[in-house]
């Protein structure tokens, strides 16, 4: 399976900035991995470190058969039914954001949410084009 290249300690710093400041719902969780599934960065809801704990490995873990989904090149999107909602995964370039807890009303709003933050995503880890005079 194809890693990504090291994600910087500044980059990764961006990404925690950018999900704190999107504006979702405080009752969903949001993750961006890897192509390996590995995590990069969270804005998990829970006060309550066992709970996080437990939500963030559930996330990894689905995160882990979701994106080899994504590098087979068979998925851009995934959404999975869950018992406590819906984790929405949406391909952000060389990263994947993942949201779960997801009420069914909200998931058509939400995805298109993701999308843009997809996209943000995906600019803040391209590469800096060099240009020649």
Same mark, same amino acid.
């Given at each position: 399976?194809?890693?990504? &290249?090291? !994600?910087? $300690? ?6 925690? *900035?950018?999900?704190?400041?999107? =504006?979702?719902? @405080? ?36 995160? &882990?058969? !979701?994106? $080899? ?6 998925? *851009?999107?995934?959404?999975?039914? =869950?018992?406590? @909602? ?36 995906? &600019? ?10």
């Amino acid at each position: 399976m194809e890693r990504v &290249n090291y !994600i910087g $300690k500044e980059a990764t710093e961006k990404l925690h *900035t950018l999900l704190k400041n999107e =504006g979702y719902p @405080g009752s969903v969780d949001l993750l961006v991995v890897d192509l390996a599934g590995n995590m990069v960065a969270e804005r998990l809801r829970y006060s309550e470190l066992e709970d996080a704990l437990e939500s963030a490995f559930s996330l990894i873990s689905a995160c &882990n058969s !979701i994106s $080899k989904a994504f590098v087979q090149g068979d998925a *851009t999107e995934c959404i999975v039914h =869950g018992t406590k @909602g819906y984790i929405v995964a949406v391909e952000a370039g060389q990263a994947i954001l993942v949201a779960a807890g997801i009420p069914e009303h909200q998931l058509g709003l939400m995805l298109q949410k993701l999308r843009g933050t997809a996209k943000k995503i995906k &600019n803040l880890l391209a590469p800096e084009k060099e240009t020649t005079t």
